[in-house]
């Protein structure tokens, strides 16, 4: 069979299997849910070494150390804080407004898988997706297609061992382009988890359906004068060598006051940085991008030492990263694009502002809406930063790569990190359970509707509206007149014919005009087919006025 037609086919089925499993999950009580979670989480702790080793022998991208860190991050890190999140049966209550709401899942999740964090989004976005009682499909990244088919087997046997229907949790192991677009846009699909390059996310965007995507992540790390250099260089270095520079919170450029640029460039050296000579860096610069402007896969995830090497150069051993002077930013300079490897660009300012406009302009190239770092002890400047800045995540004193996924902060740990309207997402937040579920909400009527005041009925008198038996009679005479030969008045009666004397002439008095007129005065007049006699010395307001001229009800009196 054509690979196309068999992946399209697979997602079908795959699709109908967990559709049939989301009618019997979306009716599991809260203590079923978290039985499920848990023994998910227990079984990725287990694996998580052995899924890192095979997820480097796949891809080739990163460490086994980092990338078992990352699998015991969401295994263990995301499961605590998904925990006590409600997202079952009612969720919240306002007895006061008298007002609930109930969660309701989303249904059949599509989630697409990176080959740079294969193994840990994998885990990840089953949690997630499961503590809001969905059902979940994943489309694996071609080139990590077995180290996702294995995490999901993994994860899917728990699931069921814990009591979740077959297919719940589920894994393409076909995997085109076509059949990913298949997934995305099937009528069975109720949104999209997508991780990916910038294509993959706008397919996602594109595909009819609620979609959560990512951008890029071009993230300036800009140290001030006032921070503590030492910490700030080895949180940026730890940041980007972290599983070597695959996640897209990692560090792409350092900027640096000029009042410290000598301080900064003696601790890279220290902290294992190489920093380029021009030569190398245009090396460097010819390795990290293609001819058609694009990044060079050969260097995501590789380390230092193997980029240098084919750059065409050499570096010290144990060297961590390369560090390359640049001024400007912009297509024709590789260094000061997201490289996705321990490489970073290199840029001197004079203070805080020219630091800003460095950032935003590192930003605007490919990562708007992502993340920021920035070193300092300034408050005020965090705040400024905090309020003028296009990154959803301003990282401040700790490593950018693992700060903007809450392993060093607070934020909500996760995988998926969304970069808001800026950066072409719908949102900008750190894509948790709560993002995949909607809330229904059951109000109680408070207030009552106002009736509107009853409309005057006029009188009518009984001659004006006689009654039944009245207006009968009147019928009957006028048909039995219709029906009688006519008949010659005497002649006494003509004299009811002729012309009644004029009335006597009554002379009319004239009105005196009124003293005072408002809006008011002026509308019961309209209402009443009436006149109003206004004088020299009335006083008429502005807004009887207009509608009195309007209406025409005026008279001016001598």
Avoid at 523 to 543: C, D, E, Q, Y
Wanted: charged letters at 25%.
């Amino acid at each position: 069979m054509d690979k196309d037609l068999e992946s399209i086919q697979e997602a079908r089925r795959l699709l109908e299997s967990a559709s049939q499993a989301f009618q019997q999950f979306e009716n599991f009580t809260e203590d079923q849910v978290e039985r499920v979670l848990a023994e998910i989480s227990k079984v990725g702790i287990a694996n998580a070494e052995p899924l890192a080793r095979l997820a480097v022998e796949e891809t080739g991208y990163g460490t086994v150390e980092h990338k078992t860190l990352k699998n015991l991050f969401c295994a263990d890190d995301v499961y605590r804080a998904i925990r006590p999140m409600k997202t079952v049966g009612i969720v919240n209550e306002d007895k006061e407004k008298k007002v609930f709401e109930v969660a309701s899942p989303i249904g059949v999740v599509a989630a697409i898988i990176p080959s740079t964090n294969p193994t840990s989004t994998t885990i990840y976005k089953a949690l997630i997706a499961l503590k809001g009682r969905n059902a979940i499909v994943f489309s694996p990244h071609p080139s990590a297609t077995r180290c996702i088919i294995e995490t999901s087997r993994l994860i899917a046997d728990a699931a069921e061992r814990a009591g979740a229907p077959k297919g719940v949790i589920s894994c393409m192991k076909v995997s085109t382009m076509e059949g990913t677009a298949e997934l995305m846009k099937h009528s069975l699909t109720s949104l999209i988890l997508a991780t990916g390059g910038t294509g993959l996310v706008k397919a996602a965007y594109s595909a009819g359906k609620p979609a959560f995507g990512v951008g890029p992540g071009n993230v300036p790390s800009y140290i001030e004068k006032t921070a503590d250099v030492p910490k700030a260089v080895r949180d940026i270095l730890t940041g980007k060598c972290f599983d070597n520079g695959t996640l897209c919170s990692s560090e792409q450029a350092i900027i640096c006051d000029a009042a410290v640029k000598d301080a900064v460039l003696d601790e890279l050296r220290k902290q294992g940085a190489h920093l380029c000579s021009p030569a190398e860096k245009d090396l460097l610069e010819k390795t990290i991008q293609t001819p058609r402007r694009t990044l060079n896969t050969q260097i995501v995830g590789k380390s230092a030492a193997r980029i240098a090497e084919l750059a065409g150069f050499q570096v010290p051993g144990g060297t961590r990263a390369l560090v390359a002077h640049a001024d400007k930013v912009g297509p024709n300079y590789p260094i000061s694009m997201e490289k996705l490897s321990p490489t970073l660009g290199f840029y001197v300012v004079s203070d805080w502002r020219e630091g800003c406009a460095k950032s935003i302009e590192i930003l605007n190239f490919g990562g708007l809406g992502h993340t920021l770092s920035l070193h300092t002890r300034d408050d005020e400047i965090v705040r400024q930063f905090g309020l003028h800045k296009p990154a959803f995540r301003i990282c401040v004193n700790t490593p950018a790569a693992l700060g903007a996924v809450g392993y060093t902060t607070n934020l909500f740990p996760a995988m998926t990190l969304g970069c808001g309207a800026a950066g072409g997402n719908i949102t900008s937040d750190n894509i948790s359970p709560l993002h995949l579920i909607n809330l229904k909400r059951v109000a109680y009527g408070v207030r009552d509707v106002a009736a509107p005041p009853p409309k005057p009925v006029a009188a009518v008198s009984e001659a004006a509206s006689p009654a039944r038996g009245t207006i009968e009679k009147v019928v009957e005479q006028w048909l039995g007149a219709r029906s009688a030969p006519p008949v010659a008045p005497p002649l006494s009666s003509f004299k009811e014919l002729e012309p009644a004397p004029p009335a006597p002439k009554v002379e009319k008095k004239p009105e005196k005009p009124v003293g005072f007129v408002c809006e008011d005065d002026v509308r019961s007049a309209v209402l009443a087919h009436s006149k109003i006699v206004v004088g020299k010395k009335t006083i008429i307001t502005p807004s009887a006025r207009d509608l009195g001229d309007a209406s025409d009800v005026f008279v001016l009196s001598d």
